[in-house]
């Protein structure tokens, strides 16, 4: 119990000063544009193929659903909706969470192991402002983007069963959509989640893999906890915002 | 860069850079350094030297202020490196150089950014200045060819002498070695030693080198420590160390199996073991060698 | 070199298909429309009971979308609900003794404020207040007096 206070007084020391580098990592224009590459733009594809077939999912059963109450034409609706408040934001995080979040994880506890953050402490450079802060930012600057690619995909995979294999109204699918989805209640938010959950889940992998044991083993195991902490963290956080947000 | 005059071998009682004073250290409950005591002059090689566990590597981390120590103090120059500030402490270690022991090269640079890093970090200088520095460094090393290669493509001794380059760039006063040797083959190993012979006096450094290789650090070290047990059990020039009657100092420089540092892992005696039916720890206990 | 364009274009293809998508939940998806209408203006109109009805219902003509809804008060001293309605430039001409009435999309769909038109030939003007509403159908209270016109018819029997 103590030990695991612990590594949470760790965790918010780390974050406090990280977010003492943010400033200077913002200027760092190169070293962020190579993070932004490694984080966001290698775990598009992922998250583009993902977010097209759950798109499809949503619409095939919102069909079978709805059509039973003869309200299919509202199946623009049902898919944009779920997705834009709940599946885009928490899928895009968990699986940004595993296919990016973990990468941070195992190549910070390795550049511990081999003594490169210990190297650069020595040169005068705090590592947690060089390495990890631009890491950090750009993994905040990407999930929120990752996650309104995999709702706007995801609408469009809606579309193409929904309508294109199962003959719902063109019209009626968007104008529904466009009539019950507003902007601040629903897109605003789920982006405001998406930018929470990036902010936690590169937080809780550049952490584990900063507090790893520094032996292969070590590091193994910070890569499985960034990954299950980080899913955790989505899920429990996901609850407390929707229930802040959505609960009129 | 070898613009300086090579030094002649410094006089008998030359001014300490770095002076450790009744340093005090524990890991848990054990003691790393019991008190202790010893001084790295300037402008010469001082090697540490211990076995394995003796504490070498955390020294080097108490110098650099990496580590806070639970009594006593560090002075470099003069000046107590745990009392600094963070921003101090920084301003200090750009006076000091690091070498770590399989070099902790940056693996997402390639070897001329790797040494580029601390001008480029801590300068203002032009990128045509940069590229001087950064050859001029390589080639003292002798890898200026080798500018082109990531850290991945290096063999353990050129990672080392690449490591070095970068610990040069900026013309520290003091280099840490930790453990250069270690792994090393004859041949690397011989290079490498006499390269910390050559910058020391070429760059004018102070070096100061943890290792438990004896041979060859014996022949380039203007002065060596020997730890035990925590303090440091004899000083002295080389060749003083090695005419030392002192047991646990010959145990370690002749690499006498059996000494003061027991081959056996402490326990009851093996009769005891064999014959007792009730005595030893259930599953048996090996005796293990401190290597 | 190549190796720092390619980064720079994927990292550009990614931050350009982010915002793309961006894009499209803000103004296909979630209708956001950018500048509001410059022509727009909002009356109010008061109701005994809004119902269900909510800030952005549509506000409708004929079954044409005219406006919405963008605010919902209530008076302390009449006990009535006000909604501020907010109409479009180009519906500027609604005779000043319109009414307006709310319902329900369909049996369970949204609640919206339809506006019949009157006959006046003036029009409302921004600040204006409609005069004929008619309430919120509530469907509970409905069905609680069918009951109890069929209690009552049952006794008399």
């Given amino acids: ?248 | 860069m070898a613009a300086e005059p090579t030094r002649a071998p410094p006089p008998a009682a030359p001014e300490p850079l770095v002076a450790v004073e009744g340093l005090t250290f524990h890991r848990g409950p054990r003691p790393v350094f019991d008190s202790l005591d010893m001084t790295m002059a300037k402008g010469e090689i001082t090697a540490v030297l211990g076995p394995s566990g003796a504490g070498k590597t955390t020294l080097l981390k108490l110098i650099g202020g990496e580590l806070r120590p639970d009594g006593g103090r560090v002075l470099v120059g003069g000046k107590d490196v745990h009392r600094l500030s963070r921003s101090g402490l920084y301003t200090l270690r750009k006076r000091m150089g690091v070498l770590f022991q399989a070099g902790a090269l940056f693996t997402d640079l390639d070897v001329y950014e790797n040494v580029a890093f601390p001008l480029r970090e801590h300068t203002r200088l032009s990128e045509e200045t940069i590229r001087d520095v950064v050859l001029l460094k390589l080639e003292a090393v002798g890898l200026r060819n080798a500018r082109g290669l990531w850290p991945r493509e290096l063999s353990g001794g050129m990672a080392r002498r690449v490591a070095l380059a970068r610990a040069i760039a900026l013309d520290p006063e003091i280099v840490l070695y930790d453990e250069p040797l270690a792994g090393q083959d004859p041949i690397s190993a011989g290079v490498l030693v006499t390269l910390i012979r050559q910058l020391n006096d070429a760059l004018g450094l102070t070096s100061i080198v943890v290792t438990h290789d004896v041979e060859e650090i014996s022949a380039i070290a203007d002065r060596m420590h020997v730890l035990s047990g925590g303090k440091c059990i004899a000083t002295g020039a080389p060749a003083e160390i090695r005419a030392s009657g002192e047991s646990s100092v010959r145990q370690f420089m002749q690499g006498l199996p059996d000494g003061p540092v027991a081959f056996h892992f402490p326990g009851p005696p093996v009769a005891e073991d064999l014959l007792g039916a009730a005595a030893g720890a259930p599953g048996g206990n090996p005796a293990a060698a401190r290597a | 070199m190549t190796r720092d364009r390619k980064i720079e274009a994927a990292v550009g293809l990614f931050v350009a298909a982010g915002l793309a998508a961006l894009l499209m939940l803000a103004v296909r998806v979630g209708n956001l429309t950018l500048q509001s209408d410059a022509g727009s203006y909002q009356v109010t109109a008061r109701f005994e009971n809004i119902g269900g009805l909510k800030v952005r219902a549509p506000v409708s003509m004929s079954g044409i979308r005219i406006g919405q809804v963008v605010a919902l008060g209530f008076d302390p001293e009449t006990y009535e609900a006000i909604a501020t309605l907010e109409i479009e430039g180009g519906y500027d001409r609604v005779p000043t003794d319109s009414s307006a009435s709310i319902f329900t999309a369909g049996l369970l769909g949204e609640q919206y404020i339809s506006i019949s038109p009157g006959v006046d030939t003036e029009f409302l003007t921004p600040g204006d207040e409609i005069g004929l509403t008619q309430s919120a159908v509530i469907l509970e209270r409905l069905i609680g007096q069918f009951l109890f016109d069929k209690a009552s018819a049952g006794d008399g029997d």
């Fill in chain 1, 1 to 248: 119990m103590l030990a695991w206070l612990e590594v949470v007084g760790r965790g918010a020391v780390f974050l406090v000063r990280v977010l003492g580098g943010l400033p200077g990592a913002a200027f760092r224009g190169r070293e962020l544009l190579r993070q932004i590459g490694r984080v966001g733009a290698q775990s598009m594809v992922l998250i583009l193929v993902s977010g097209a077939f759950v798109g499809m999912v949503l619409g095939l059963q919102g069909y079978n659903m709805l059509v039973r109450f003869g309200a299919e034409e509202s199946l623009g609706l049902a898919v944009a909706l779920a997705l834009v408040r709940e599946l885009g934001p928490v899928v895009s995080a968990l699986l940004y969470a595993g296919r990016a979040g973990s990468a941070l994880a195992a190549e910070i506890g390795l550049m511990k192991t081999t003594e490169q953050l210990a190297a650069m402490g020595m040169m005068a450079v705090d590592p947690l402002r060089r390495v990890i802060a631009p890491r950090f930012l750009a993994g905040v600057l990407s999930v929120p983007l990752l996650a309104a690619m995999f709702s706007a995909v995801g609408v469009l995979g809606g579309q193409f069963v929904g309508v294109g294999l199962l003959g719902v109204d063109d019209g009626a699918f968007w104008s529904q959509m466009q009539a019950g989805v507003d902007f601040r209640d629903d897109v605003a938010n789920g982006i405001v989640k998406s930018v929470v959950f990036g902010v936690v889940v590169t937080w809780i992998s550049l952490f584990q893999g900063h507090d790893a044991v520094p032996t292969s083993e070590g590091v193994s195991r910070a890569t499985t906890r960034s990954v299950v902490w980080s899913s955790l963290a989505v899920f429990g956080l996901d609850f407390v915002l929707t229930s802040l947000m959505f609960n009129d």
